[in-house]
């Protein structure tokens, strides 16, 4: 037999044997492991609320709720629901992802240049959401005093998944005013809350800290329903 | 910049070094074929491989047979992979394993798929959650994801014992340096981090996709899939393939800041470890370390760069009336196309991690980096991938740097170059010089057919660069271009992730089409730039193994010294700063330069 003959027939025998070991037993045998070992990390760290799957703690959300409009139906737009930032809640980072914000389902970058007209526009668009959300119907802000140069980035620039879970506590500190005046609350309580869902840095140094937004929403209304 | 950002880029060069030492002393063991630790339990299943591939693992081969089995064991798996990938939506596939019922990519996308998953490249066109069934990613993708990386390793194992072989012409045997490398080297790796990612929060399921009902009466849903397993070999392996679109920016693959610093550490500790292993394979270590200090010091330096850029922020921030500077609660900076846990430093240092090494993973967007910022991922790549490099290529593209060198070194003192005492001549020479010079050639040749035709510009994004017709012709259009191609030639994979190469209206496939210029171009380079420099560092191997080894005298220069190592650096900065300088002028220096919006 001449070398590449051999070497065809152990090439092809080789394919077979690697694809079964490191694409099939590897795979299933980590799953299968993840499954038994750590289930609630390996199924995506799921959040119920009276029986119903309400998110993953790790997938950001939208707090955005549907806008109804005069016949008392939600209003569609292209055949997509309108919506509008929910006061009420915690507002999570600006998501790029396709077919609407925080689509867990189609991951995307928002692919703004640093130095492209477009991404500054995107940028004043967003500050002036910001503020007006973060102002009361009197017109006063309800953290008194914000301006746009106060406003943390995180609030403003689009996350790089699309699906951050997390914002800032200088962002979350911000919001909790209105948090505070629209739900009765007590500013220390609403910053004790975002203490509590604050995770520190990695190994004390690695990253930043960073508060989970849908955790800190479900808290949120369990303080206000009485039930924590 | 926070003291905890510089503190992460200092805290991981250490944890590195002394976790590679250990390993490169290990692998060493493994490719000389002693006895290591888990020898009693591999060794049965490494003579049960040999004999299901009716392997003689014992056979020696010359640069020629080794290099001949390498090409068509990768032409079996290229075969392999487009099957896979063109039959995911066929008969024989359970539904299990494809549970959204996706077709298979189109023919043009599926081209440059398997080529760059072949080449260890894994430049992506497509999304993985939108594109790809777990059968693919699994049988498909990570399959390629372990024997690229194989390979790699296997061409420097053979360079060096050509290097330092001093009989014969054999450069050892493919198929046993195959098997030991999955079974020794990146098996126990890949199981072990896996196991720990996936305790993290990577997850590791076979489900269909969650339906999420929101507390605000919205509907999310949610990709799921065997995770874990896929993004441990991605980034052991400089693979950088991500499963979902984003790579490890999606906090399925990349959940807290703990495994954000503990994946960089992935990434670098083979091609580190390699290093380490070329000093003990040579019998004298400080071979190793004088490599080591070049390549450490180039990456802090590149870390530092973008760390400082990217805190900076960007002139769209500055121009929108934001602040970036620290403030309580906030670690500021460009923040765009960043994710909150990883913060700026730990998005910079992942983004030099990956693109000193032929990784191509991201956590962050490098679209969205400031023009120094990335300029950096630029320059790594200028340096074509030998600071560090990818598990294998990093190590032998570096070791033809190095007979560069000490040819140049010799010409400056006048004596006949010598490297571990063989006499280094014209042959080894033109193909060194042959075998550096191919991946700039591909990258630079790509770019200009990518820019000059209309066929390259459709891939360029709108979106990303400016509005209506200025669009293309902006920095930020050529930075796009330059960048595909750059790290297609360099088996990378990282990209401005608004060029595109795949228009997929819907989720699945249906009705997507690809770009077929940019496929096929980018599928060509990729092919190219991999295996034409393999070939030539074999042929390199070939032509030093049978040299005869003179003792070392008082007139020769040394290799192992900090005189050497420097020579070195200059020598790598010069062929790529040469190469590429008027290029990046075009692109990312500009941009980084005048701060002006376009």
Known sequence: MKTWQRDTITSILAIIVFAILTGLIYPLAITGISQVAFPGDANGQQIHLDGKLVGSKSIGQSFARPVIGKNGKPEEKEEELVTEPDPRYFQSRPSATEGGAYNAAASTFSNHGPNSVKTKEADEEKIKAYLELNTAPNKQEYDPGLTVARIPVDAVNSSASGLDPDISKANAWIQAHRIAAIRDLSLATVDGLIAKYTSGRGLGFSGEEAVNVLELNLALDRVTRGTS | ?598
Not at chain 2, 6 to 32: D, R, S
Not at chain 2, 207 to 228: C, D, F, N, R, W
């Open chain 2, 1 to 598: 910049m926070t003291f905890a950002g510089w503190f992460t880029i200092g805290a991981f060069a250490v944890v590195l070094t002394v976790l590679a030492l250990p390993l490169g002393t290990y692998m060493a063991k493994v490719y000389t074929g002693d006895r290591v630790f888990l020898s009693p339990i591999l060794s049965g299943p490494e003579r049960f491989l040999y004999r299901l591939m009716r392997v003689d693992a014992e056979r020696q081969q010359d640069w020629k047979s080794y290099a001949k089995s390498l090409l068509i064991f990768s032409l079996a798996g290229w075969l392999f992979l487009y099957f896979v990938l063109r039959t995911q939506d066929a008969f024989f596939v359970p539904h299990a394993l494809n549970p959204l019922g996706y077709h298979s990519p189109p023919a043009n996308v599926t081209f440059n798929i398997v080529s760059s998953f072949l080449t260890n490249t894994n430049w992506q066109y497509y999304g993985g959650e939108t594109t790809m069934s777990y059968l693919s990613q699994m049988i498909g993708l990570t399959v390629q994801n372990w024997l690229s990386a194989g390979v790699g390793i296997v061409v420097a194992v053979a360079l060096i014992r050509g290097i330092v072989g001093r009989s014969g012409k054999g450069l050892g045997n493919f198929w046993h340096d195959m098997v030991r490398t999955i079974l020794y080297v990146l098996g126990p790796l890949s199981v072990i981090s896996a196991l720990v990612i996936a305790s993290q929060g990577v997850i590791a399921n076979l489900s269909t996709y969650l339906t999420v009902h929101t507390i605000t009466g919205l509907e999310q849903k949610i990709a799921m899939g065997p995770v874990a397993s896929q993004e441990a070999i991605k980034d052991l392996g400089s693979n950088g393939g991500g499963f979902f679109n984003v790579n490890a920016a999606h906090p399925f693959e990349n959940p807290t800041s703990f495994t954000n610093f503990f994946l960089i550490l992935l990434v670098l500790i083979i091609p580190a470890a390699l290093i380490f292993m070329y000093g003990r394979m040579t019998g004298n270590r400080r071979q190793g370390y004088a490599i080591y200090a070049v390549v450490i010091f180039m990456f802090l330096g590149g870390a530092s760069v973008a760390y400082i850029a990217e805190a900076h922020g960007s002139p769209a921030q500055h121009a929108a009336g934001l602040h970036t500077g620290v403030i309580a609660g906030s670690g500021g900076g460009n923040l765009e196309g960043k994710e909150q846990r990883n913060g700026i430093a730990g998005s910079a240092l992942f983004d030099v991690a990956t693109t000193v090494t032929s990784n191509g993973s991201v956590n962050s967007s490098i679209e969205s980096y400031t023009g120094i910022g990335g300029a950096v991922p630029f320059a790594n790549l200028s340096a074509s991938e030998v600071i560090f490099g990818g598990v294998g290529t990093g190590l032998y593209s570096i070791l033809l740097y190095v007979l560069l060198a000490v040819f140049i070194g010799g010409l400056m003192v006048g004596r006949t170059p010598e490297w571990l005492g063989k006499k280094i001549e014209a042959r080894e020479i033109k193909l060194a010089g042959l075998g550096i010079l191919i991946t700039p050639l591909a990258a630079l040749f790509g770019t200009a057919l990518a820019v000059a035709t209309k066929g390259g510009r459709a891939s360029i994004s709108e979106v990303a660069t400016s509005a209506g017709k200025l669009g293309i012709h902006t920095p930020q259009a050529f930075s796009e271009s330059f960048y595909a191609y750059l790290s297609q030639a360099n088996n990378n994979g990282s990209a401005f992730p608004g060029y595109t190469g795949l228009i997929q209206p819907n989720a699945g496939n249906l009705g997507a089409h690809g770009i077929t210029f940019a496929d096929v171009l980018g599928g060509l380079v990729m092919l190219f730039s991999r295996y034409a420099p393999i070939l030539f560092a074999l042929a390199v191997a070939g032509a030093l193994v049978g040299k005869r080894v003179t003792p070392a005298g008082l007139g020769t220069m040394r290799t192992d010294n900090g005189t050497f190592a420097v020579l070195l650096i200059g020598v790598i900065i010069l062929v790529g700063a040469l190469t590429f300088f008027p290029a990046l002028l075009l692109g990312p220096i500009v941009q980084g330069l005048t701060g002006h919006l376009y």
